[in-house]
């Protein structure tokens, strides 16, 4: 059975930094693309960033230089650091593992920015 569970979610003020983590079983992690998605009640959800098997990543114009994403392909974790967080990085954010046809998703963790 394939999981994906994120944590590392919580309220924070900003201009703070939260770092949220994607722990995969029932897969073989390091064949798999992983990206992290956030959506707003209301609001389509939304490629955050992304990293593929070689490691090469991309991120949304609004997270450059704000955010970084990683994997560990030992412990079949993918990472999300959030620096300078901002009011309009409050969302649920989500991981997603995809290979081929194959689509994973997490269940999301909630990201609060206070300002």
């Known amino acids: 059975q394939v999981q994906l569970v994120e944590s590392g979610g919580g309220l924070v003020q900003a201009g703070g930094s939260l770092r949220l983590s994607c722990a995969a079983s029932?897969?073989?992690?390091?064949?798999?693309?992983i990206g992290w998605y956030r959506q707003v009640p209301g609001k389509q959800r939304e490629l955050v960033a992304d990293?593929?098997?070689?490691?090469?990543?991309n991120y949304a114009d609004s997270v450059k230089g704000r955010f970084t994403i990683s994997r560990d392909n030992a412990n079949n974790t993918a990472f999300l650091q959030m620096n300078s967080l901002r009011p309009e990085d409050t969302a649920v954010y989500s991981c997603?593992?995809?290979?081929?046809?194959?689509?994973?998703w997490g269940q999301g963790t909630q990201v609060t920015v206070s300002s």
């Open positions: 997603n593992a995809r290979k081929w046809d194959y689509t994973y």
């Open positions: 990293i593929s098997t070689g490691s090469r990543t």
């Open positions: 029932g897969i073989t992690f390091g064949s798999f693309a």
